[in-house]
């Protein structure tokens, strides 16, 4: 158990619809990094934020954001889902921000798999 | 070209026997991380290095730095090692250390 939470574990929905993700890091980790693994492309950084704040963009499409609350979890949340939205959405959180010398180890929660229909 | 490239991209090996998956990179790196994902998706971190090398248990990660280059090894192979390894560059500057992953590489370990 690396101490990272994610809510739901499975979600199936249809296509256009909105569907919000949950993130709770490990105790002390101030990180919070969101990825998408999809059967084509491989696991992608979409987005890292840093005690509340946001650090960094990766691949993420402009239907999807996220934030990270004063208690530090996080949300991300997808809207006008597709098809190839399809994929994994894992959740990591580390003590630093990756721009600290790599962030230290990161943590990753157990994910959610995104069914879109 | 990836940025981040593994090999093999399948490795089939029997039980004991000595495991070696590579990943070379292209970008400038602040570290190295190799992650482990079981069958079941979930993601480990196993190593996160920057230089030289790191020891834990059956499983040792090398990285040269000059040669963009990683290593991770592991002693006496066990079924229960089957998984995907992943290799991951956190890379410096405009991307703020994020991680790029590689393709990784599927390990099998027959009994």
């Known amino acids: 158990d690396s101490g990272v939470t994610q809510t739901p574990k499975h979600l199936i929905t249809a296509t256009g619809q909105r569907v919000t993700l949950r993130c709770s890091p490990r105790?002390?980790?101030?990180?919070v990094y969101w990825y998408q693994q999809s059967l084509d492309q491989g696991l992608q950084f979409l987005i890292q934020y840093y005690n509340g704040e946001e650090r960094a963009k990766g691949n993420i499409l402009e239907r999807f954001s996220a934030q990270q609350f004063p208690d530090l979890h996080s949300e991300l949340n997808l809207s006008s889902l597709e098809l190839g939205d399809s994929a994994l959405y894992f959740c990591a959180s580390s003590v630093r921000p990756s721009s600290s010398g790599g962030g230290g180890t990161q943590y990753f929660g157990p994910g959610t798999r995104l069914l879109v229909l | 070209k990836n940025e981040v490239e593994q090999s093999p991209q399948n490795l089939t090996a029997q039980e004991g026997e000595f495991i070696t998956i590579n990943c070379s990179y292209s970008?400038?790196?602040?570290?190295l991380h190799w992650l482990q994902q079981h069958p079941g998706g979930g993601i480990v971190s196993l190593f996160m290095?920057?230089?030289g090398k790191k020891k834990h248990g059956r499983l040792i990660a090398t990285i040269n730095i000059q040669e963009k280059h990683s290593s991770l090894h592991i002693t006496a192979s066990h079924p229960r090692d089957s998984a995907v390894y992943i290799c991951?560059?956190?890379?410096?500057?405009?991307?703020?250390?994020?991680?790029?992953f590689g393709k990784g590489t599927k390990l099998s370990v027959k009994p």
């Open positions: 991951a560059a956190s890379n410096y500057g405009g991307s703020q250390g994020n991680l790029i």
């Open positions: 970008v400038g790196i602040s570290a």
């Open positions: 105790s002390g980790d101030l990180s």
């Open positions: 290095l920057s230089s």
